[in-house]
């Protein structure tokens, strides 16, 4: 067994490391016999050393795993075109959404390949989001609302009502992929109880604009308006529409201006329900 200094053998391995990657399958096993007797060492760690990759090489060989399903230019491509067309929606809606949308997509831009059909047919929701994350813009988000307007408007509790009148609202914004500049939202208030709908289009999201369609869907209603539940956006929680609806409250106690908790998809589940239905129906 030799005792050897750390140089020493780093310049050995270094010297071996060419033969041993060029040898068949019984030289490296001879190679290895050698070494391991006359180092010492574990046959592993030989292992480990003669093929650490030299600078200027390239390793040899594929990354470790089960071939890719998805990353043929075809398929992605396929993909991509998929999401465009369904309005970029979220990727669990592209798989339950899809065969329907299928029929009109290959009609307006040509008929798929077989083996891409199937995948886009079968792929998971997660495998979806991995492969569309680096076409999806990110940051694109409203200004928020200050916590002190916040601590001022309360969250809404259980939504259990047995009267019409008490809505929820959520906006949609039509920027495509920024937020730069005027763009339209289009202003959407469901009642819980009767599913009556009022949606307004909305030049940008300043709060006069928007305080004024609630003001124009109130005024149709077959109804009072008793309550109005909305999201954390700006375009809702503001100094004009908290003044609008205190005003309101002070004529009727019944009334109540709450909002959703942060992150909380589910607290305007009504709401959120009508939009995607309406984003599910497949063209003509």
């Known amino acids: 067994m030799w005792d050897i200094a750390e140089g020493i053998k780093q310049h050995l391995f270094k010297s071996?490391?060419?033969?041993?990657?060029?040898?068949?399958?019984?030289?490296?096993k001879r190679l290895l016999d050698e070494l391991c007797l006359d180092l010492g060492m574990h046959r592993k760690h030989v292992i480990r050393l003669l093929r650490k990759r030299t600078p200027g090489r390239k390793q040899a060989g594929r990354k470790r795993g089960p071939k890719l399903k998805y990353a043929d230019a075809p398929f992605q491509q396929g993909l991509r075109l998929v999401w465009r067309e369904m309005e970029r929606r979220a990727s669990k809606l592209i798989k339950v959404d899809l065969p329907e949308w299928m029929p009109a997509i290959e009609r307006h831009n040509g008929a798929f390949e077989e083996s891409v059909r199937i995948r886009l047919l079968t792929i998971s929701p997660a495998a979806i989001d991995r492969y569309l994350k680096p076409w999806k813009v990110k940051g694109i988000g409203?200004?928020?609302?200050?916590t002190l307007l916040k601590s001022q408007i309360t969250i809404a509790g259980v939504c259990d009502v047995?009267?019409?009148?008490?809505?929820?609202?959520?906006?949609?914004?039509?920027?495509?992929s920024t937020t730069e500049g005027r763009y339209a939202?289009?202003?959407d208030m469901l009642d819980i109880k009767t599913d009556w709908v009022g949606l307004r289009c909305v030049c940008g999201r300043g709060s006069s604009g928007v305080i004024e369609q609630i003001k124009d869907i109130e005024k149709s209603l077959p109804f009072e308006l008793l309550g109005f539940d909305c999201d954390g956006g700006s375009e809702f929680l503001n100094d004009h529409l908290l003044r609008y609806f205190t005003s309101k409250r002070l004529t009727n106690n019944l009334f109540s201006f709450t909002r959703s908790r942060p992150y909380m998809k589910n607290d305007n589940a009504h709401v959120e329900k009508k939009l995607e239905y309406a984003q599910a129906i497949p063209p003509v």
Do not use: N, W
């Not at 071996?16 to 490296?28: I, T």
């Not at 047995?162 to 495509?176: A, K, L, N, Q």
């Open 16 to 28: 071996l490391r060419q033969k041993y990657h060029r040898a068949s399958r019984a030289g490296q």
């Open 142 to 146: 409203g200004t928020k609302p200050g």
């Open 162 to 176: 047995d009267r019409p009148g008490f809505m929820e609202s959520d906006t949609v914004r039509h920027c495509g």
């Open 185 to 187: 939202i289009s202003l």
